[in-house]
């Protein structure tokens, strides 16, 4: 995949915070080599968070985002500051952008925000070309802070390469490189893609997670073959040899599993998602929730995606029947999409996210952080389909390599 192409989901997410007025959107700006946010003396003219889609030199593919001031006290800021905190809990890096004021006792907050979600920070002292004691002022932001500062003049373009080497160096490693099929599978290993083409999919075009796993198939050197649920007894038989795995959408697990020979691995493009964007442990321990809801209880489904439902929609139509049917027809189920995600969780009894193929790990992670700390059992769309057909034991999830 073109780099340049590739999904928001699969970029590094780098939020831009800072006081208003301390110069975020002449940084972005000057970082994206273009105008993407505006610049003004006027306090709190970035409103929304501004986000643009680049390429960053030793970086590679990048979602910058210029947030409000955190210090907005205009009739709107608590607003504008929510926004920017809900940026800052989805970032997988943050720059915070100070300057000479003497006064850091918002950016200690954030900064130990960050920190305390294991988010890397990088400082970032703005405005250098017009600080007349700039090593006073750096010594003054690192006692404070207690991390190191790369001074920066959006202006002149003086330190934008220190700050992009600091990024570098300050850039995720999560100790291996994250893949969505683990380790299921090696170089010359067929495997079957099941793909039910329904009106829900996107005409003349595969969905996301279909998308990027044939394309990982195919750098791993895989075989992957790829059919409808009703081919798929066809196309067992055509091969030559036995797949090492069969891969299929969720919703056709009850059709899939029974035609899958013994030996052979299952799993579903949510499964997998579900592990790669998310923690599978925490998702399969809340899938038993499923077990001890009633007809009183209340499930929120969350879908990364906003669109139109349609009468074979999987989160809005087809899960809810299928719990619906296991609990009872008054269980209320509640549907959000895209960045809906309520702060406040305690109503419900349980959370089903989607694969979420359109976010970034950070942002799975830190939704089921919140419902860790409210006591709210949280899976996803694969798990818990699985285990309302009473496959999970059979369903295979990749393990770290």
């Known amino acids: 995949?073109?780099?340049?192409?590739?999904?928001?989901?699969?970029?590094?997410?780098?939020?831009?915070?800072?006081?208003?007025?301390?110069?975020k959107s002449s940084l972005v700006n000057a970082l994206a080599g273009q105008s993407v946010?505006?610049?003004?003396?006027?306090?709190?003219?970035?409103?929304?968070?501004?986000?643009?889609?680049?390429e960053l030199r030793s970086l590679g593919a990048v979602v910058l985002t210029d947030t409000a001031g955190f210090d907005d006290l205009s009739p709107l800021g608590k607003q504008r500051v929510a926004e920017s905190r809900r940026v800052a809990e989805k970032c997988d890096m943050a720059i915070v952008v100070c300057n000479k004021n003497g006064d850091y006792a918002v950016e200690q907050e954030w900064v130990a925000e960050f920190d305390s979600k294991g988010v890397p920070v990088v400082v970032a002292l703005t405005k250098s070309d017009q600080i007349a004691d700039a090593e006073g002022a750096v010594k003054g932001v690192e006692n404070a802070l207690g991390r190191s500062v790369v001074t920066v003049s959006a202006t002149s373009g003086e330190g934008i390469e220190a700050l992009l080497e600091a990024l570098?160096?300050?850039?995720?490693?999560?100790?291996?490189?994250?893949?969505?099929?683990?380790?299921?599978?090696?170089?010359g290993d067929v495997v079957v893609l099941v793909m039910p083409q329904d009106k829900s999919a996107p005409k003349g075009r595969l969905i996301l997670p279909q998308v990027q796993t044939i394309r990982?198939?195919?750098?791993?050197?895989?075989?992957?073959?790829?059919?409808?649920?009703?081919?798929?007894?066809?196309?067992?038989?055509e091969l030559s040899r036995s797949p090492k795995l069969v891969i299929t959408d969720?919703?056709?697990?009850?059709?899939?599993?029974?035609l899958?020979?013994?030996?052979?691995?299952?799993?579903?493009?949510?499964?997998?998602?579900?592990?790669?964007?998310?923690?599978?442990?925490?998702?399969?321990?809340?899938?038993?929730?499923?077990?001890?809801?009633?007809?009183?209880?209340?499930?929120?489904?969350?879908?990364?995606?906003?669109?139109?439902?349609?009468?074979?929609?999987?989160?809005?139509?087809?899960?809810p029947a299928m719990l619906r049917r296991k609990v009872g027809a008054g269980l209320r189920v509640d549907v959000v999409g895209g960045n809906d995600f309520p702060d406040d969780l305690s109503p419900y009894d349980l959370v089903i996210h989607c694969g979420a193929?359109?976010?970034?790990?950070?942002?799975?992670?830190?939704?089921?952080?919140?419902?860790?700390?409210?006591?709210?059992p949280m899976t996803n769309y694969g798990i818990?389909?699985?285990h309302l057909t009473g496959i999970i034991g059979r369903v295979v999830m990749p393990s770290e390599e």
């Open 168 to 187: 570098q160096r300050a850039l995720p490693n999560e100790g291996r490189e994250l893949t969505i099929t683990g380790n299921l599978v090696e170089a």
């Open 216 to 237: 990982e198939l195919l750098d791993k050197r895989c075989i992957p073959v790829c059919c409808q649920p009703e081919e798929l007894e066809c196309t067992l038989a």
């Open 357 to 376: 193929c359109m976010f970034t790990r950070r942002t799975v992670l830190s939704r089921l952080e919140r419902s860790k700390a409210q006591s709210i």
């Open 37 to 54: 946010a505006i610049v003004s003396d006027v306090a709190g003219t970035t409103t929304d968070a501004v986000s643009k889609s680049m």
């Open 250 to 258: 969720s919703q056709a697990f009850a059709r899939v599993a029974p």
């Open 1 to 23: 995949m073109n780099r340049e192409q590739s999904p928001r989901g699969l970029r590094t997410h780098i939020a831009v915070v800072g006081r208003c007025n301390v110069g």
């Open 260 to 319: 899958v020979p013994e030996g052979v691995a299952l799993t579903s493009f949510s499964v997998l998602m579900a592990c790669y964007k998310g923690d599978v442990e925490a998702f399969v321990e809340g899938a038993k929730t499923i077990d001890g809801l009633t007809e009183n209880s209340r499930v929120l489904i969350a879908e990364a995606c906003s669109h139109a439902p349609t009468n074979e929609d999987i989160g809005r139509v087809k899960l």
């Open 384 to 386: 818990a389909i699985a």
